[in-house]
Every structure is written in structure tokens, then in C-alpha cells.
């Protein structure tokens, strides 16, 4: 791509029009369009008009919203209107939803009144449903419609259609009665009927159903499409494969970076300037500083054991790292298990158990290497040596049990568990670290 766009470049400098529509012309549509975003803004309408019609629509779909907008802004009627013609409505909803106001209504011109009346009603459901990621352009067909009858319609409508491989039937009221797939029609004789060769046990999602939970189904059943349905099992749309996958990606790079104490951003990094990138990160920075000034005074309290045993100053960065890294380990691997579906509210007993003894069984392991090393290797006493292995335990103890606990009542009251993450864990547990080290030291050195 960097070789292709260097080509196409020197081409634009030299006025060779042609041999730039001789080189892209057998592009992939998602080729296409990182092709068009990676050269000079200026040029981007001149290569866009040098794609064929349909190669030119399909790329467009792929570009993200800057490149839309600003090729939107150089097309002129006919051009916008050969473009937003050749989208799938969900295509444009997703435009749509990230345009200014009056380059929306430009757009919302050239549109159908049907294509219309579809855009608004999926801009009508909440940001994150089911129904928002939607496509309305699915192949339906009847139960009393032969094979070569159902051929017949597919043939007739599906050039429109985001997808004709699973076609989805319904009855006169739109209620959805089953699934059929075309490999099932091919493979049936042209006069079997619909109704004998349909499955009639169908997963569906609700229109408010969170759209992760959306893209989870269609993982958990390999589906290259899932019907959606209101609150009357009406089909009113399909979620397809491709978007599910987009969702999948938005939402694991919006947990990534709430687990890095970052707002998520909304845009590639690339294309976020520092001023953004200062909002999303200096809030959380800021929180996690104030929160980090309790080690201060925690050490601060125990100012006078550490003057009667100076040493235990120096195992103070291993303990807080040691009791971050567990708790982070936990958090992690429990917030996982939260987005995939693995465990619920009412597992976190079971989870706390386990965690309990995996704290136990590390922190043991972890607690005879460091008695052994300190003595053998640092020849601190028995006794000094005693107190940062006994702490080593309690610490992962209670670093294990917040690791998986946080998480689990985030969820339960509403936000995103991925907020109780490596930083937040991390700073939590290095002052409660602090305590339990203070505190066993003070009890086993009588100071």
C-alpha cells in the first residue's frame, strides 16, 4: 500500500489520470479506501473520481468519517447521490450518526422516502442496541412458498440485500416463524415447501438488546447473520457478521483503554489530536495521583518503625509491586471472563474462593523464595525475614480477593468493570500493602 500510494502520488504530480485508474481499478474495496485516507486531503476527491461507480461506493462504505465528510463536501449532487444510492442503510446510519447536521441533511436529500423513513427509524433506537447496529435489507420469505418460488424472490430481491444466504420467514404481520439458509434450498427439491425445510427454533436479539451481547451470539452459534425483532418478535432487521466484528473491535478497544485509565477515544490514534489525547488521560492521571498520596502518609505514621528498622525501607518497592502485579493479574483475568459471558453476579463467592487459594498457593511459593534469598543472599535476620514473607502472603491474599471483586460489583451496580483495572487495583493495593506491612512488622518486631 505505502508503494501504491507513492505511485499514485507521483502520478497526480505528473497529470496521469489514466494509469492511476489502471492501477487502482482492481483494488478491494477496503484497499481502496485506506488507499484514498493516506494521500494528501487535497487529492483524495480526484482519486475518488477515477474508481469505477461500484468499486467507489464500496470503498467509501470503509473510509472513516473525516474522509466521508470531506469527499461529501468536493461531490456534487449527482455524485452524492450515486454514492449514498449504492449503501446499505446501516452503512448510512453509521455515517450518518457521526456527520455534522447540515452535511446530514445533504445526505438525507438523496435518499429515498422508504430508505428514509428506515435511516430514522434505526437512528431512533439507543447507541448500543441491537437495533442501532441493524441492517433492514434482509431476503424474507413465506412458509407456503415452494423451493423454486423462494428461488424466485431471492432472485428478485436480493441484489438489494446486504446478505441472501440465510433468508428469514415470517407471516403476514412480520412475526418471525423461522430460518432457512440457501445451501437448505438448493439442496431440497424445487416443489418441497418452505414450511418442511425451515428451522423453526430461531435465536434472535431484542432491538435493545447491547449490541456486544449481540455480536457474543452470533459467535457463540457461528451465525453469519442474526435476526432482530421488536417486543412483538416482529423481524424488523438482521445484524450481520461483518458488524458484530466491528462491534467486537470497538468494544474491546474501549475496554483496553478504560483498563489503561483512559476515557476511550473516539477516534484511531492517529487521527486524535494531543489536546484530545490530554482529556482522555489527564483526568484519570490526576485521580490516581490524589489516591497515591495515602502511601505517603500511611508511611509517614510509621515513620518511627522505620527509624528502629531502617532495612524494612528497602522492601517496600518489591511488596507494593508484588501486591499491584497480583491484584492487576486477577483483575484482569476476572474482567475477561465478565465480557465473555463466562461468569455472572451470582459466581463471586465461587470466584473469591478460588482466587483465595490461588493467593495462597503464590504467595506461599513467593514467600519461601524470598525467606531464602533474603537470608542466603541479602543476610538480613531471621526475623526481618519473616515479616516480608509472612506480608508477601497476606498481601496477595488481599490483593486476589479486590483483583476479583471490584469487577464483579462495578457490574452489579452499573458501570463498566473494566474501570476497576491495573492502575486503579494497582494503587488500592499498594496502600493496603503498606498497612499489612507496617502492621506484621510491628507485631512480629514488637517496634
Known amino acids: 500500500m505505502e508503494e501504491l500510494n507513492k505511485s499514485i502520488v507521483e502520478l497526480l504530480n505528473e497529470k496521469k489520470y489514466i494509469q492511476i485508474a489502471k492501477l487502482v481499478k482492481d483494488l478491494n474495496p477496503a484497499d481502496a479506501a485506506i488507499m484514498i485516507e493516506e494521500i494528501p486531503e487535497d487529492k483524495m476527491p480526484i482519486v475518488f473520481r477515477l474508481l469505477s461507480k461500484e468499486l467507489?461506493?464500496?470503498?467509501?462504505a470503509y473510509m472513516n468519517t473525516e474522509a466521508q465528510e470531506l469527499l461529501i463536501h468536493a461531490f456534487s449532487d449527482k455524485e452524492l447521490d450515486d454514492v449514498v444510492s449504492q449503501l446499505f442503510v446501516d452503512d448510512t446510519v453509521d455515517m450518518i450518526e457521526e456527520m455534522p447536521a447540515n452535511v446530514v441533511k445533504r445526505i438525507l436529500r438523496h435518499v429515498d422516502?422508504?430508505?428514509?423513513?428506515?435511516?430514522?427509524?434505526?437512528?431512533?433506537?439507543?447507541?448500543?442496541?441491537?437495533?442501532?447496529?441493524m441492517t433492514?435489507?434482509?431476503?424474507?420469505?413465506?412458509?407456503?412458498?415452494?423451493?423454486?418460488?423462494?428461488?424466485?424472490?431471492?432472485?428478485?430481491?436480493?441484489?438489494?440485500?446486504?446478505?441472501?444466504?440465510?433468508c428469514y420467514v415470517t407471516d403476514n404481520r412480520r412475526k418471525l416463524e423461522g430460518v432457512v439458509t440457501v445451501r437448505e434450498l438448493l439442496l431440497?427439491?424445487?416443489?418441497?415447501?418452505?414450511?418442511?425445510?425451515?428451522?423453526?427454533?430461531?435465536?434472535?436479539?431484542?432491538?435493545?438488546?447491547?449490541?456486544?451481547?449481540?455480536?457474543?451470539?452470533?459467535?457463540?452459534?457461528?451465525?453469519l447473520a442474526i435476526p432482530v425483532v421488536d417486543n412483538e418478535e416482529r423481524l424488523v432487521g438482521i445484524v450481520t457478521v461483518d458488524d458484530a466484528i466491528d462491534v467486537m473491535v470497538e468494544e474491546t478497544t474501549e475496554d483496553i483503554e478504560k483498563m489503561a485509565a483512559m476515557t476511550p477515544s473516539e477516534g484511531p490514534y492517529m487521527k486524535t489530536g494531543?489536546?484530545?489525547?490530554?482529556?482522555?488521560?489527564?483526568?484519570w492521571l490526576l485521580v490516581l495521583m490524589v489516591s497515591a498520596t495515602f502511601t505517603s502518609i500511611i508511611i509517614s505514621s510509621f515513620e518511627s518503625a522505620l527509624a528502629a528498622v531502617v532495612v524494612l525501607t528497602s522492601f517496600i518497592p518489591m511488596l507494593m509491586n508484588s501486591g499491584g502485579n497480583a491484584g492487576s493479574q486477577t483483575s484482569t483475568s476476572?474482567?475477561?471472563?465478565?465480557?465473555?459471558?463466562?461468569?455472572?453476579?451470582?459466581?463471586?463467592?465461587?470466584?473469591?474462593?478460588?482466587?483465595?487459594?490461588?493467593?495462597?498457593?503464590?504467595g506461599f511459593t513467593m514467600a519461601v523464595a524470598n525467606f531464602i534469598k533474603l537470608i542466603v543472599f541479602d543476610q538480613v535476620g531471621v526475623m526481618v525475614a519473616l515479616v516480608v514473607s509472612i506480608t508477601l502472603i497476606g498481601i496477595l491474599l488481599i490483593a486476589n480477593t479486590m483483583g476479583c471483586c471490584m469487577p464483579i460489583l462495578a457490574k452489579k451496580i452499573g458501570f463498566d468493570p473494566a474501570v476497576m483495572s491495573s492502575p486503579f487495583i494497582s494503587t488500592v493495593v499498594d496502600s493496603v500493602s503498606l498497612l499489612v506491612y507496617f502492621n506484621v512488622a510491628v507485631l512480629i518486631l514488637n517496634i
Open 113 to 133: 422516502n422508504n430508505i428514509r423513513k428506515s435511516i430514522n427509524e434505526i437512528l431512533n433506537y439507543p447507541r448500543d442496541s441491537a437495533g442501532s447496529m
Open 334 to 362: 476476572v474482567i475477561r471472563a465478565i465480557s465473555l459471558g463466562e461468569v455472572g453476579k451470582g459466581d463471586i463467592f465461587k470466584i473469591i474462593r478460588k482466587e483465595l487459594m490461588v493467593a495462597f498457593v503464590c
Open 274 to 283: 494531543v489536546i484530545e489525547t490530554w482529556k482522555q488521560r489527564v483526568p
Open 136 to 166: 433492514v435489507e434482509y431476503v424474507d420469505l413465506k412458509r407456503n412458498m415452494t423451493v423454486e418460488q423462494a428461488f424466485d424472490r431471492i432472485r428478485k430481491t436480493g441484489v438489494d440485500k446486504e446478505t441472501v444466504y440465510t
Open 56 to 60: 467507489a461506493a464500496d470503498a467509501f
Open 188 to 223: 431440497a427439491p424445487k416443489d418441497e415447501i418452505v414450511d418442511n425445510i425451515m428451522e423453526t427454533n430461531t435465536i434472535s436479539v431484542n432491538t435493545h438488546t447491547d449490541q456486544e451481547l449481540a455480536a457474543r451470539k452470533l459467535s457463540k452459534y457461528d451465525f
